[in-house]
């Protein structure tokens, strides 16, 4: 076998000599050469055009290139032996912290008026919403034992794609003192409520993925003893835990399914002194062949047809009671955009996960029948999408805000606090998943919600 290697070795570099060779004397010569200067040294621009250059003259580029993805392929599923082998594949920073997905945006709507703003209808919320049908386990997913998350870089784990969260201390530090300073500026007439979600890594990955640095119990048992004792922390993890064997994150994609998300709901119940109402109340229906977040990230590596082969269905359960959910692209609430609790999503979305409150939008309000019930303000990323249709049995008015979508970059202003006196808030939750634990961006964006 040794040989064998050895002659592929040499076979492999005497093809590498050949290609460089022919290359000095075969150039495309009608790509127009980059000029060298002293500027563009300084700058950089010289060695960007230069390589911009080469892919455009190099003989036999784009061949090459499909050559190198088959062999990469090739060697990347020599390794994919069994079940539960990993193989690092590629670097899936999927800038989830810095914006999030959505349905297209209907016509807006102008409120008729304050009051009928804030009347619970009693109307469908989107008529054409899919049939209800029984939810259905997938054919294949991965058991007990299987793995998986990394912040950074993607992990192929049998047919389960990751991404693998790592403790940066500094930066949970600062997510804690955020959402106390949250908790200090709403005041002790607002209840706080700190969800901090794993994501399926700490789940279903080998020790060496959810141990030391890549602990997420450790990150959150962290960030839960730095906070103030004005916040209240929901041990969601727990819950999540004792139902792995079931099917509460999807394996294409990032997220959490809903019922995962329910899991979840029971933990906050019981720390905010609700009666979680079981499942067995809620009309359910499902989305098939849904390929998500993580496929993408490894699209252009012939190993993502493991996902594309197997993919999830998303399983979603309706609220029991009647809601109106709109909205809004600012905190002035004077345009609204009517959507649902659970949306439709057309065959031609084939990011199903936007069913949930339609995706991510600044400000979505969800307004219930629990007409004795309190309000609340939900701070989330897309984790908390699939989270908000669970609190429609508890509260008259759900706010759902993503503080992605304020005080930045050009974006609508939100001050929190005169926000949520005016509203009538009675309790905030803010959930988030480990990316956004460790997130500067993010962080910030939360600090400025109080600042």
Same mark, same amino acid.
């Given at each position: 076998?040794?040989?064998?290697?050895?002659?592929?070795?040499?076979?492999?570099?005497?093809?590498?000599? %050949?290609?460089?060779?022919?290359?000095?004397?075969?150039?495309?010569? %009608?790509?127009? &050469?980059?000029?060298?200067?002293?500027?563009?040294?300084? #700058?950089?621009?010289?060695?960007?055009?230069?390589?911009?250059?080469?892919?455009?003259?190099?003989?036999?580029?784009?061949?090459?290139?499909?050559?190198?993805t088959r062999l990469n392929g090739f060697y990347k599923f020599s390794?994919?032996?069994?079940?539960?082998? *990993?193989?690092?594949?590629?670097?899936?920073?999927?800038?989830?912290?810095?914006?999030?997905?959505?349905?297209?945006?209907?016509?807006?709507?102008?409120?008729?008026?304050?009051?009928?703003?804030?009347?619970?209808s009693s109307s469908v919320e989107n008529?054409?919403?899919?049939?209800?049908?029984?939810? %259905?386990?997938?054919?294949?997913?991965?058991?007990?034992?299987?793995?998986?998350?990394?912040?950074?870089?993607?992990?192929?784990?049998?047919?389960?794609? *990751?991404?693998?969260?790592?403790? =940066?201390?500094?930066?949970? #530090? =600062?997510?804690?003192?955020?959402? %106390?300073?949250?908790?200090?500026?709403?005041?002790?007439?607002?209840?706080?409520?700190?969800?901090?979600?794993?994501?399926?890594?700490?789940?279903?990955?080998?020790?060496?993925?959810?141990?030391g640095v890549s602990s997420q119990v450790?990150?959150? #048992?962290?960030?839960y003893d730095k906070m103030g004792s004005n916040v209240k922390t929901v041990d969601a993890y727990t819950k999540l835990a004792a139902h792995i064997d079931e099917y509460i994150y999807f394996r294409t994609d990032h997220h959490w399914t809903q019922l995962g998300a329910y899991y979840a709901y029971t933990a906050f119940c019981e720390e905010a002194g609700f009666k979680a109402e079981p499942l067995s109340k809620f009309e359910t229906g499902e989305y098939s062949n849904f390929v998500g977040s993580m496929y993408n990230f490894l699209a252009d590596y012939p190993q993502a047809q493991i996902l594309r082969n197997d993919p999830d269905t998303i399983c979603y359960y309706k609220p029991f009671v009647e809601t109106k959910t709109r909205y809004y692209p600012d905190a002035t609430l004077n345009e609204e955009y009517p959507i649902g609790v659970i949306s439709y999503v057309g065959d031609d979305v084939s990011n199903k996960y936007l069913c949930f409150l339609g995706g991510d939008h600044p400000v979505t309000?969800?307004?219930? #029948?629990?007409?004795?019930?309190?309000?609340?303000?939900?701070?989330?990323?897309?984790?908390?999408?699939?989270?908000a249709p669970w609190l429609t049995s508890h509260y008259s &008015?759900?706010?759902?805000?993503?503080p992605r979508e304020f005080n930045r970059d050009g974006k609508p202003s939100l001050d929190l606090v005169a926000f949520a006196k005016e509203q009538g808030v009675n309790d905030c939750i803010i959930l988030n998943y480990p990316m956004m634990l460790s997130s500067d961006s993010y962080i910030e964006w939360l600090n400025r919600l109080v600042k």
């Open positions: 076998m040794k040989k064998v290697y050895t002659l592929l070795s040499v076979l492999f570099v005497l093809l590498l000599l %050949t290609v460089g060779i022919v290359s000095l004397f075969s150039l495309d010569g %009608t790509a127009q &050469k980059p000029k060298l200067s002293f500027s563009g040294l300084v #700058d950089g621009s010289y060695a960007a055009e230069q390589r911009a250059y080469y892919a455009e003259a190099f003989p036999q580029s784009e061949s090459l290139k499909n050559m190198n390794g994919l032996s069994g079940e539960n082998d *990993v193989s690092l594949i590629i670097d899936a920073n999927g800038n989830a912290a810095d914006h999030g997905a959505s349905l297209d945006n209907p016509q807006p709507t102008k409120p008729q008026s304050s009051e009928a703003s804030s009347t619970p008529p054409t919403e899919p049939p209800s049908t029984e939810p %259905t386990q997938p054919s294949s997913y991965v058991e007990d034992g299987a793995v998986v998350e990394n912040l950074g870089a993607a992990l192929l784990i049998g047919n389960r794609a *990751v991404e693998v969260p790592y403790a =940066d201390y500094d930066s949970l #530090d =600062d997510y804690s003192a955020a959402v %106390t300073g949250i908790a200090s500026a709403l005041g002790s007439s607002v209840r706080t409520f700190s969800i901090a979600v794993p994501n399926g890594a700490e789940f279903y990955t080998t020790e060496e993925y959810h141990s450790n990150m959150i #048992d962290y960030v309000i969800i307004r219930t #029948d629990v007409t004795d019930g309190p309000v609340c303000i939900l701070l989330k990323e897309s984790y908390g999408n699939a989270f &008015k759900i706010i759902v805000i993503d």
